[in-house]
């Protein structure tokens, strides 16, 4: 399970910016997840919330998690498709010269503080 890992440095990385910043409470975090990231939703979830009940500086933070969808383009007829759906063979020409163009990123979109 590496959700807890990457939960650990999201935690790290909003814990360097209070500092940074003077900030006694977090609000909320924001987390944008692509959906081929290889993140499991619901651990990184259970996760969170264990990591936030033991931080006094996220204690009752609220995250949001968005999942940005998945999208891979094609050489051949240079279209964009659902990579989810479709997987490597491009839906349109039938081609397997394609590539993942998002969906497979991590990001700390926001911070939320009092």
């Known amino acids: 399970m590496h959700e807890l890992s990457i939960v650990m440095e999201v935690v790290k990385q909003v814990e360097k910016l209070a500092q940074e910043h003077h900030v006694t409470k ?13 993140v499991v939703k619901n651990y990184f ?5 264990w990591m936030c009940k033991k931080n006094e500086l996220m204690k009752d933070c609220e995250l949001n998690y968005i999942t940005i ?14 990579t989810t ?18 969906g497979r990123d991590f990001m700390i979109k926001e911070i939320k503080v009092i």
Do not use: R
């Open 26 to 38: 977090v609000k909320s975090v924001t987390v944008e997840v692509g959906e081929v990231s290889g």
């Open 85 to 102: 759906k479709y997987a490597k063979e491009c839906p349109y020409c039938h081609s397997n010269h394609t590539y993942l163009v998002s």
């Open 45 to 49: 979830l259970d996760a969170f919330d």
């Open 69 to 82: 969808q998945a999208i891979s383009y094609c050489q051949d007829c240079k279209k964009t498709y659902p």
